[in-house]
C-alpha cells in the first residue's frame, strides 16, 4: 500500500469509466476468425471479431490491458486524456511529409538500343541505328535543366534502357552537367545505371568509382533460367552478369551493385534456386517482382500465363526461404517485405513509388525519353510503346516545365489517386501500407482508379499485408527479422 | 559515502550574521579583492592565518600555532573531502553545505525543493516552504565555478515554476561557463505554454539537453505514478513543443512495480510518436524520500523485470534510438543488457554490498547501488567473476 498521503491508480482511471470516443479506424478481416484493425498512421493491432464489435459499439471495459493498448496506440480516446490528437497530427504529417518534396526519381532513357532479345522486354530495341534510338545531348540538356527544376533536396538520376551503356558517352556527359549544375542547387545527388552489364568496360568501372555511380543489374536466377528469360547471342548473358557482379564487388564495394529479378512462368517452380542464386554471389537484397502488364509481356502472353495467385504463392515461398537464410545467419532482406514492414512498424513513409498515396506519377518518379518525350512513370512509357500515350505529359523540346507537370490526365489521375477518398480502399485496414497505381489499372481496366475487386495491384498487395502480419503475430523468429529490417 | 552537509564547530569568534557562499582555496596570497567570495582551507602551508577571507576552515586538527581573527572553524569529519575549486554556503548556525565540488563529473544544482508534481518514489520530496534562496544563490555561485567544468546539472523539485529565475540562471550559465554542458531535470509540464520553450531555445546554449520523466504509454498510470491528473498530456505538449525549437531532451522512465509491465508498450509508445526524442534513459529505484515511505507498494526485484527491460531496449534500439540503463547493478543485468549500462550513482553516495566481494566490476564498470539500497536491494546479487 501507498502511504496516506498518495491516491491510488483507480483515482486517476475514475475518467476513464465515463466512456470513449473512437480515433479514425479501419478493420478488415485477416483470416476467418481475427481481424487487423489499423489507424490512420498505420498503428495496427490483431483482433477477434467479437472484439472488434464490442470496441465499435462502446462496450469495452476500461483498466484493461487492452484498452490500454487500444488508447496507447490512438484508436480510442477517453476524457482523461486528449494527447492522442496532437501526437496523430503530428505522424500524419510525418508520413505525409514526402509528397511535399516534389520529384526525386529522374530516369533517363539514354537509348533504347539493346543486345538481349528478352520476351518480357517492355521497350528495347535491337538496331544499329544510333541515330533514331539514342538520346541527344541537346535532348539530355533540356533534361538535365529540368531535374533541377525540382524542389527535391534529394535528386536521384537512373540511367535506363534499352541498355544505357550503349550510349555511355552521354551518360558521361550527364553526369558531369548534372554535377556542374548542383554546384550552384546544392542538392544530395545520386546517380545509379539500370544495366544488363554486357558492356562493363573498366572505363565504365573507374568512372563510376570517381562520380559514386551506383550499378543496378537483372538477375533472374540460375543459368538455364536467366539465360532462357533474357536470351542474348551467344547464350552467355548468365555467366557474363555474374562475372561483372562480383568484378564491381571487388573494384567498387559489395553495396555498390544490387540485382533486380523479373519473375515468369518458369521462375515460379525455382524460387529458392533464384535466392540461392543471390546468395552465391554474396548479395544481401533481393527483391521477389512480379511481372508488369506492360510492352512485350502482354503482346506475347507472359502476363497471362500465371495469376496473382500463383505469383503470391511464389513470393510466400520465396520470403519463407529468405527467412530460414537469416535464422540460419546470413543476412538477407527482401525489399518489398521491408518497404512494407517499414511502413507498418515505424512512423516513417519509405516513399517506394508504387505504394504512394497521392500515387508518384511525376511527383515522385519521371521519365525522360531518348526522344524528348517525357512520362509520368516508367511503366506510362511502357504504355506509349503499346500505344496508349496518356501518360505522355509533353516533349523537352516544345513543352515547359510547368506545362507538362500541369497536364490535365496527371492532375486528374493524382487526384483521383488518393486512397483514403477511393473506393474500396477507404474501408481497408491495409490503406496506410498501400497505395494507388493510376497507369496500372487504366492499362488493366482503362480507368485510372479502377475496380479494386478486379485489380492485380490490389490482391497482389492485400496478399502481402496480410502474410506479414501473420507472420507477425505466428511466428516469433520471423517477427524478429522483419522488426529489423523495418529498422 | 560523502556527506554534503554537516555541522562545523566554532575556533574563534564568529561574524557570520547570514549565509555565505564562498570558493575554498588553499592560496594563503590569494589577492585580497578576492578574498571575501573565498573559503580559505588552512592545511599547514603558511605560519599565520591571513586576513580577509569569507572563513577559515581547519580539519584534520592540524591548527597553527596561534589563530587569531574571526570565523575559525574545524569541519565536521565526513567533509576532509573538500579540496581547492569546491563551492561551500555556510550558514550562521555553521551548518556547511558544499554545493559544488571541482573533482566531481557532475554536480547537481538543486534550484528549488517546490514541485508541482508528487511522483510516488520521488527521492527529492518536494516542500512547500519558501526556499528562494536556493535559486539566489545559485545565481550568486555560478562566477564561483571552474570554466573548465563539464557540466551541472540543474534538478529540483521543478525548476520551471521559478520562470523569471529559471532563465537567468542558464543566461547567468551560458554567459559564465559557456563550454559547461547543462542537463535539467524537468517534467515538463510547464512547457505546455509554447512561450516557455522559446524563452528557453532563445538562450541558444550551446550544449543543452532536459531530461523529462515519462512513466507509461497510458496517461492514467503516468498520472498515477506523479499523482497529478492531467499530468501525461501536459508533459506530452511540453515534449512536443520543446522539440519545434529544437531542444534536446533525454527522456528518463523510473522502473518500479506500477511501469515495469508496460514498459516495452512505452517503448513502443515513444519508438512511433516521439522519435526525435535524444536519449531514453531507463532508470533503477532510489530508495530515499518517497520511495523508502512506499516501499513495498513500488518495489520490484530487477532480477524479475529482465525480460520487459530486455524487449524495451530492443525496440528502441531497433527505432534507432539510444537506450541508456541507469542504476543497475550489472550482475543483475541480462549478458546482452549490460552494454546500455552506465555507472550513474554519484560517487558520493555509491556503495558496494557484502555480495559483491570478489566481483571483478565492483568498483570497475558497475556503478554499484544508492546508499539508500541499505533498505532493500536485490536477492540475486552475485558477483561477476571475469579471469584474468
Redesign the interface.
Known amino acids: ?3 496516506r ?5 483507480s ?3 475514475q ?2 469509466e465515463r466512456g470513449y470516443r473512437l480515433l479514425p479506424l479501419r478493420f478488415t478481416a485477416l483470416d476467418t476468425e481475427r481481424y487487423v484493425v489499423s489507424n490512420m498512421v498505420g ?1 495496427y493491432l490483431v483482433l477477434d471479431r467479437k472484439v472488434i464489435e464490442d470496441l465499435v459499439e462502446h462496450r469495452l471495459a476500461a483498466g484493461t ?1 487492452l484498452y ?2 487500444l ?3 490512438h484508436f480510442i480516446y477517453d476524457e ?4 492522442a490528437l ?2 496523430l497530427g ?2 500524419y504529417r510525418t508520413k505525409l511529409t514526402q509528397a511535399s518534396y516534389f520529384t526525386g526519381l529522374h530516369i533517363f532513357v539514354v537509348t533504347l538500343r539493346c543486345d538481349y532479345s528478352c520476351p518480357y522486354c517492355q521497350v528495347s530495341r535491337q538496331t544499329d541505328d544510333k541515330v533514331a534510338f539514342d538520346m541527344s545531348q541537346d535532348t539530355a540538356d533540356r533534361a538535365v535543366d529540368m531535374v533541377f527544376l525540382s524542389p527535391n533536396p534529394s535528386i536521384k538520376i537512373e540511367f535506363q534502357g534499352g541498355e544505357p551503356l550503349l550510349n555511355f558517352p552521354l551518360i558521361q556527359y550527364i553526369v558531369g552537367r548534372a554535377e556542374k549544375l548542383n554546384e550552384t542547387f546544392k542538392r544530395d545527388l545520386r546517380f545509379v545505371i539500370a544495366t544488363n552489364l554486357s558492356f562493363l568496360t573498366d572505363e565504365v568501372i573507374e568512372f563510376c568509382a570517381a562520380h559514386g555511380v551506383d550499378l543496378s543489374t537483372s538477375l533472374d536466377g540460375p543459368a538455364s533460367l536467366h539465360n532462357k528469360n533474357r536470351p542474348r547471342p551467344g547464350k552467355n548473358g548468365h555467366q557474363l552478369v555474374v562475372d561483372n557482379i562480383k568484378r564491381i564487388q571487388r573494384r567498387l564495394g559489395k553495396h555498390r551493385v544490387s540485382a533486380l529479378m523479373t519473375t515468369t512462368l518458369e521462375s515460379l517452380s525455382q524460387v529458392r534456386e533464384i535466392i540461392d542464386e543471390y546468395v552465391s554471389l554474396q548479395l544481401n537484397e533481393i527483391f521477389l517482382r512480379p511481372l508488369s502488364p506492360y510492352g512485350f509481356a502482354v503482346r506475347t502472353g507472359q502476363i497471362d500465363r500465371y495469376d496473382t495467385d500463383r505469383w503470391l504463392d511464389f513470393f510466400k515461398d520465396g520470403l519463407s526461404y529468405v527467412l530460414e537464410l537469416n535464422k540460419h545467419g546470413y543476412p538477407i532482406r527482401e525489399i518489398y517485405s521491408t518497404i512494407v514492414m517499414k511502413k507498418m512498424l ?2 516513417q513513409e519509405p516513399g517506394y513509388v508504387d505504394l504512394r498515396s497521392p500515387a508518384g506519377i511525376a511527383i515522385a518518379a519521371i521519365v525522360y525519353n531518348y526522344d524528348g518525350d517525357v512520362y509520368a512513370s516508367d511503366e506510362a512509357r511502357m504504355l506509349a510503346e503499346m500505344g496508349e500515350h496518356k501518360f505522355r505529359l509533353g516533349n523537352l523540346h516544345r513543352d515547359s516545365y510547368e506545362t507538362m507537370l500541369s497536364n490535365d490526365d496527371l492532375m486528374d489521375a493524382i487526384e483521383s489517386s488518393i486512397t483514403v477518398s477511393s473506393p474500396t480502399c477507404t474501408d481497408c485496414a491495409f490503406l496506410p501500407y498501400c497505395g494507388s497505381d493510376p497507369v496500372y489499372h487504366f492499362a488493366t481496366q482503362h480507368d485510372v482508379v479502377g475496380n479494386k475487386a478486379l485489380s492485380g495491384y490490389c490482391r497482389k498487395n492485400i496478399g502481402i499485408f496480410r502474410h506479414l502480419i501473420t507472420l507477425m503475430e505466428e511466428d516469433a523468429g520471423a517477427r524478429r527479422i522483419l ?2 529490417w ?2 | 559515502m560523502l556527506n554534503l552537509h554537516a555541522r562545523a564547530s566554532a575556533l574563534s569568534s564568529l561574524d557570520i550574521k547570514e549565509r555565505r557562499l564562498a570558493k575554498v582555496t588553499c592560496n594563503p596570497s590569494l589577492p585580497t579583492p578576492l578574498r571575501s567570495m573565498s573559503a580559505f582551507l588552512y592545511e599547514g602551508q603558511c605560519e599565520e592565518i591571513p586576513e580577509g577571507f569569507a572563513v577559515n576552515l581547519y580539519r584534520n586538527g592540524i591548527v597553527p600555532q596561534k589563530t587569531s581573527g574571526t570565523n575559525n572553524i574545524e569541519l565536521s569529519a565526513d567533509q576532509y573531502f573538500l579540496s581547492e575549486g569546491d563551492v561551500v554556503r555556510i550558514n550562521p548556525d555553521l551548518k556547511v553545505s558544499v554545493i559544488y565540488r571541482r573533482n566531481a563529473s557532475s554536480n547537481a544544482l538543486l534550484v528549488t525543493e517546490q514541485c508541482n508534481s508528487f511522483c510516488v518514489m520521488c527521492s527529492q520530496p518536494p516542500k512547500a516552504h519558501d526556499d528562494s534562496y536556493l535559486i539566489d544563490d545559485w545565481i550568486t555561485a555560478i562566477p564561483y565555478i571552474d570554466e573548465s567544468c563539464p557540466e551541472l546539472t540543474i534538478t529540483g523539485g521543478e525548476p520551471t515554476i521559478l520562470k523569471e529565475k529559471f532563465f537567468e540562471l542558464v543566461n547567468t550559465m551560458r554567459a559564465q561557463l559557456p563550454t559547461t554542458a547543462i542537463h535539467i531535470l524537468t517534467n515538463a509540464r510547464n512547457f505546455k505554454d509554447i512561450e516557455m520553450a522559446r524563452r528557453l531555445a532563445s538562450i541558444n546554449h550551446p550544449d543543452l539537453m532536459l531530461g523529462i520523466p515519462l512513466y507509461s504509454d497510458v496517461a492514467s498510470i503516468h498520472d498515477f505514478v506523479v499523482q497529478a491528473d492531467g499530468a501525461f498530456d501536459e508533459t506530452i505538449d511540453g515534449i512536443i513543443n520543446l522539440k519545434r525549437y529544437g531542444q534536446r531532451i533525454e527522456l528518463r522512465v523510473v522502473i518500479h512495480a506500477s511501469t515495469y509491465e508496460r514498459m516495452p508498450r512505452l517503448a513502443e509508445f515513444i519508438a512511433r510518436n516521439l522519435q526525435f526524442i535524444d536519449q531514453v534513459s531507463l532508470m533503477g529505484l532510489e530508495l530515499t524520500g518517497f520511495a523508502r515511505a512506499n516501499l513495498d507498494a513500488i518495489w520490484i526485484d530487477p532480477a524479475d523485470y529482465q525480460e520487459q527491460l530486455a524487449e524495451a531496449i530492443e525496440i528502441l534500439v531497433m527505432a534507432g534510438m539510444t537506450p541508456i540503463i541507469f542504476n543497475h547493478q550489472l550482475c543483475l543485468l541480462r549478458p546482452e543488457l549490460r552494454k546500455y549500462a552506465v555507472k550513474s550513482i554519484s560517487d558520493w553516495k555509491r556503495e558496494y554490498m557484502p555480495e559483491c566481494e570478489g566481483c571483478s566490476e565492483a568498483h570497475r564498470d558497475c556503478g554499484g547501488f544508492f546508499s539508500s539500497a541499505k533498505h532493500r536491494y536485490s536477492k540475486f546479487i552475485t558477483p561477476i567473476r571475469i579471469a584474468t
Do not use: I, W
Not at chain 1, 482523461?80 to 494527447?83: C, E, F
Open positions: 500500500m501507498l502511504s498521503k498518495f491516491k491510488d491508480l483515482y486517476f482511471r475518467t476513464e498503428e490491458s490500454d493498448d488508447k496507447s496506440k482523461d486524456s486528449q494527447a496532437p501526437l503530428l505522424k515505424t512512423p522488426q529489423r523495418a529498422s
